[in-house]
């Protein structure tokens, strides 16, 4: 199924078990390039060894309302993974497609989700990286803090947004 998206050329659907692999690759590869402006290249190296826990990947997928951005050519652009308690697992956009509106449409549609089933606030734990974004979405910084990747503690932001009827 489809959902509603202003991104012309982008189509948002909810992520299946197939998926897995993309996203996988999608997060490792963003993660070694992207991220790689705000960590070290050990840090980096460990934060993508996550990605290798195949049982963590079916969880986000199964367990959380995980989208998927993909063009006209199938290709995989970002994802997103939102609990029913309203923490964002992951928000990840393939480092060929930063800047071009898929991390703002997918967390428009996580938002949107959000309030319809009347989660209070949204937090996240936010890389140095995409701190910019979330605060431009309206996120403030909770706390700063070191969070362990594998073997190694990164710093991060836990961050919070409050939806209307909350704070």
């Given at each position: 199924?489809?959902?509603?998206?202003?991104?012309p050329?982008?189509?948002?659907?909810?992520?299946?078990?197939?998926?897995?692999?993309?996203?996988?690759?999608?997060?490792?590869?963003?993660?070694?390039?992207?991220?790689?402006?705000?960590?070290?290249?050990?840090?980096?190296?460990?934060?993508?060894?996550?990605g290798?826990?195949?049982?963590?990947?079916?969880?986000?997928?199964?367990?959380?309302?995980?989208?998927?951005?993909?063009?006209?050519?199938?290709?995989l652009?970002?994802?997103?993974?939102?609990?029913?308690?309203?923490?964002?697992?992951?928000?990840?956009?393939?480092?060929?497609?930063?800047?071009?509106?898929?991390?703002?449409?997918?967390?428009?549609l996580?938002?949107?989700?959000?309030?319809?089933?009347?989660?209070?606030?949204?937090?996240?734990?936010?890389?140095?990286?995409?701190?910019?974004?979330?605060?431009?979405?309206?996120?403030?910084?909770?706390?700063?803090?070191?969070?362990?990747?594998?073997?190694?503690?990164?710093?991060?932001?836990?961050?919070?947004?409050?939806?209307?009827?909350?704070k």
């Amino acid at each position: 199924m489809e959902l509603s998206v202003r991104l012309p050329g982008v189509c948002l659907r909810r992520a299946e078990i197939r998926d897995i692999p993309a996203l996988k690759q999608l997060f490792q590869e963003t993660v070694l390039s992207v991220n790689r402006q705000d960590y070290t290249e050990e840090e980096v190296t460990d934060w993508a060894s996550c990605g290798d826990n195949d049982e963590r990947w079916e969880q986000i997928v199964l367990a959380h309302y995980t989208l998927v951005a993909k063009n006209e050519k199938g290709n995989l652009l970002g994802f997103t993974a939102l609990s029913a308690e309203g923490y964002l697992n992951s928000m990840f956009v393939h480092k060929d497609f930063q800047g071009q509106g898929v991390a703002s449409a997918l967390y428009s549609l996580v938002e949107k989700r959000a309030r319809a089933e009347g989660v209070n606030a949204i937090t996240a734990d936010i890389s140095l990286t995409a701190y910019p974004f979330f605060k431009g979405q309206g996120f403030v910084v909770e706390e700063v803090r070191s969070r362990k990747a594998n073997r190694l503690c990164l710093k991060n932001y836990r961050m919070v947004k409050y939806m209307e009827n909350g704070k």
